[in-house]
């Protein structure tokens, strides 16, 4: 089956700056890369997605990068605020059941 | 509903009772899955409902845990004699189907005591 790589498990950045989560996956078969923000007590929420046949989505101050060769994808936020502090997963998914990372927690101090 | 429903939000229970949480996905969503997030941890697929196909059960942990959906919108997860490790945020999501985006619920926080 699918197996997902993310990292950092932590990632403390200053307001203002940019951070950057990484992803890797194993089964070339995926074609469908979901971002998901998970706030505390929440359910997560979709952010971003890219499909395989794109190799770059941007969403305002949200990005996301696709490398199918090296089987990796990132997401990318710019100027981060205190309020995109939250838990990110990425997934990948060669069917319909999406395989997740374990999640980063960004942290963004004023 | 606008959104993914699920109840109960919160439930403590004693080990070895059983339990039944309920999912009440997006109207017009064929697609149903519930997913299990232990602290700390990421998400842990259980089981995926399409349609009227029969159920994708290959990540139920035990045969203690079950799920049914009815008329292809609710669903119930049990979970039979808990234990203390199936203390978690037990997730339900939904789906259009494949290849459309998923949108999860608040999420069931199980305790077990």
């Known amino acids: 089956g699918e197996n997902v790589e993310q990292h950092p498990s932590t990632l403390s950045v200053q307001e203002g700056d940019s951070a950057v989560i990484k992803c890797t996956y194993s089964?070339?078969?995926?074609?469908?890369f979901p971002w998901y923000k998970q706030e505390l007590g929440k359910g997560p929420q979709l952010i971003i997605d890219i499909r395989s046949n794109v190799g770059e989505k941007k969403d305002q101050r949200i990005a996301v990068t696709l490398n199918k060769t090296a089987k990796h994808f990132s997401l990318h936020i710019t100027e981060t605020q205190p309020e995109d502090s939250a838990v990110y997963f990425c997934a990948a998914s060669p069917s319909y059941i999406p395989t997740f990372g374990r999640g980063t927690s960004l942290i963004v101090h004023p | 509903g606008a959104g993914v429903s699920q109840s109960p939000s919160n439930k403590v229970t004693e080990k070895g009772k059983d339990v039944e949480l309920r999912c009440d996905p997006i109207s017009g969503h064929t697609a149903l899955y519930w997913y299990r997030q232990s602290l700390g941890q990421g998400l842990e697929f259980l089981i995926y409902?399409?349609?009227?196909?029969?159920?994708?059960k290959s990540g139920l942990p035990s045969d203690r845990f079950s799920a049914e959906r009815t008329g292809g919108s609710v669903s119930t997860l049990t979970i039979q004699r808990t234990q203390q490790e199936d203390s978690a945020v037990y997730l339900c999501?939904?789906?259009?189907?494949?290849?459309?985006?998923?949108?999860f619920g608040e999420g069931s926080w199980l305790t077990v005591v």
């Open positions: 999501a939904s789906s259009l189907g494949y290849g459309n985006t998923i949108y």
């Open positions: 409902f399409q349609g009227n196909s029969a159920p994708d």
């Open positions: 089964d070339s078969a995926s074609n469908y």
